[in-house]
């Protein structure tokens, strides 16, 4: 991998009235880490950074810091970036956190992953795709450090995952992370997910309800049911007329 020069210059203002000013003049405080020496405090030029932001967009890239002092300079070597701290607005980078590092030691770094292709899932099955990891971490020397890693998703059905065991990584480069890890996989349709609980449900016969009755009381008659109901009412009727017969008979 190639090196990207950055001019850097030292700086000496703390503080953070200091520190807005310094971003006032388009620049951008930062510190570099590692080495046998103490955390160094530079400043970089913003619209250096920017451009090589905007050419190297998703790149992992090895910076060869030229350190300056009052215009003269006093160290170079290669760095990566450590961390960037970005406006919660603006997403404006506000700090930079640079590592030194050695070309001949292996280091960890974290390396983008993109897909290429559409997955058959996708295209032709309404499937979604679900990208899980976007970044790998790896380690090899920063010499052997990619661009990123591609995955290829066309062959990729409804269900179907890419793990971590599964991506080609570059001579000399290896990862620690699970094996096992999804990457990217294709989840199923909306109508599908819908679909499936409704004819499980349609598969499974409705059991019949089964009534219980209450149980009886000791000594309590048994409930009359609908025959010996109207039987009564008829005998009720009849009882009542009767005496009006009788006296018609009397007359």
Not at 97 to 102: E, H, P, Q, T, V
Not at 158 to 163: E, G, L, Q
Not at 205 to 233: D, I, M, R, T
């Amino acid at each position: 991998m190639e090196q990207i020069d950055l001019d850097v210059q030292l700086r000496n203002d703390k503080g953070s009235a200091r520190v807005r000013r310094m971003r006032r003049a388009h620049l951008i405080p930062a510190v570099i880490y590692g080495g046998h020496a103490k955390p160094t405090m530079i400043q970089a030029d913003r619209k250096s950074y920017d451009r090589i932001h905007r050419q190297h967009l998703g790149e992992s890239l090895i910076y060869h810091l030229n350190v300056l002092d009052q215009g003269e300079k006093v160290a170079d070597f290669p760095a990566i970036i450590k961390d960037v701290q970005l406006h919660p607005v603006t997403d404006e980078v506000i700090h930079l956190d640079f590592n030194r590092i050695s070309l001949n030691k292996e280091i960890e770094i974290k390396v983008k992953i993109i897909t290429k292709g559409e997955a058959i899932g996708v295209k032709r099955d309404g499937g979604t795709l679900d990208h899980t990891m976007w970044e790998l971490e790896v380690v090899c020397l920063p010499t052997s450090i990619p661009h990123h890693i591609e995955v290829d998703i066309t062959n990729l059905g409804i269900h179907n995952s890419i793990h971590v065991k599964d991506l080609v990584l570059p001579p000399g480069v290896r990862s620690r992370h699970d094996p096992d890890s999804v990457v990217v996989t294709v989840a199923g349709s909306m109508r599908e997910e819908v679909a499936a609980p409704v004819e499980e449900a349609a598969a499974t016969p409705a059991e019949p309800e089964v009534l219980k009755e209450k149980k009886k009381e000791e000594g309590e008659a048994p409930a009359a049911g609908p025959a010996k109901k109207v039987e009564a009412a008829v005998a009720a009727k009849k009882a009542e007329a009767t005496p009006a017969a009788k006296k018609e008979e009397k007359k």
